[in-house]
T-cell receptor, first 116, second 113 residues
Framework: EAGVVQSPRYKIIEKKQPVAFWCNPI?????LYWYRQNLGQGPELLIR????????DSQLPKDRFSAERLKGVDSTLKIQPAELGDSAVYLC??????????????FGPGTRLTVL | AQSVTQPDIHITVSEGASLELRCNYS??????LFWYVQSPGQGLQLLLK??????LVQGIKGFEAEFKRSQSSFNLRKPSVHWSDAAEYFC???????????FGTGTRLKVLA
């Protein structure tokens, strides 16, 4: 079974430029998450999708960040314009539909963003 | 509110020595508890999880963890560390029936040959 796929793996941009990250979850997983992991920290949730619906985007900085999951499968996270503080690893995770509270998440390899 | 504390930022052990990584959580009910490992440049890989039942949980790569409700702890252990275990380890807590994970800040493990 293929795992969570993310691209690109690395991205270097100058501040004020736009950037986009792509994620393809495990087949059949309804729930998709985007996390940001700053250096020396644990991942922090940015947004969660149930199918194509963003059910929790309370931690997403909406002035510059946006995300979509149009067909309820793959997803794109965008930053426009990027700031120096956005340098981090952006992780995508997916999980099957919650059943009895079982909510294991499977993570992709992440995209390491460097903003110069 | 849920929270996770990993008090050790860095740990160094010799290859073949035993290992214990500490994790304390704060949560009002019985949480779901996880340990993940992250190698450099990689995503997070699940080592083990606790949902209910036996409080001693076996995971992959020879790891185990013990849930101690009285201490609000879920410490990760391995009897004999291998050089390939060098990585960063994250403890996470998830609320029952929800999607939300709260991660600790991680413990970076260094293994001496």
């Amino acid at each position: 079974e293929a795992g969570v796929v993310q691209s690109p793996r690395y991205k270097i941009i100058e501040k004020k430029q736009p950037v986009a990250f792509w994620c393809n979850p495990i087949s059949g997983h309804n729930t998709l998450y985007w996390y940001r992991q700053n250096l020396g920290q644990g991942p922090e949730l940015l947004i969660r999708y149930e199918n194509e619906e963003a059910v929790d985007d309370s931690q997403l900085p909406k002035d510059r960040f946006s995300a979509e999951r149009l067909k309820g499968v793959d997803s794109t996270l965008k930053i426009q314009p990027a700031e120096l503080g956005d340098s981090a690893v952006y992780l995508c995770a997916s999980s099957p539909h919650l059943s009895g509270g079982y909510n294991e998440q499977f993570f992709g390899p992440g995209t390491r963003l460097t903003v110069l | 509110a849920q929270s996770v504390t990993q008090p050790d930022i860095h740990i160094t052990v010799s290859e073949g020595a035993s290992l214990e990584l500490r994790c304390n959580y704060s949560y009002g009910a019985t949480p779901y508890l996880f340990w993940y490992v992250q190698s450099p440049g990689q995503g997070l890989q699940l080592l083990l999880k606790y949902f209910s039942g036996d409080t001693l949980v076996q995971g992959i790569k020879g790891f185990e963890a013990e849930f101690k409700r009285s201490q609000s702890s879920f410490n990760l252990r391995k009897p004999s560390v291998h050089w390939s275990d060098a990585a960063e380890y994250f403890c996470a807590v998830g609320a029952s029936g929800t999607y939300k994970y709260i991660f600790g800040t991680g413990t970076r493990l260094k293994v001496l040959a």
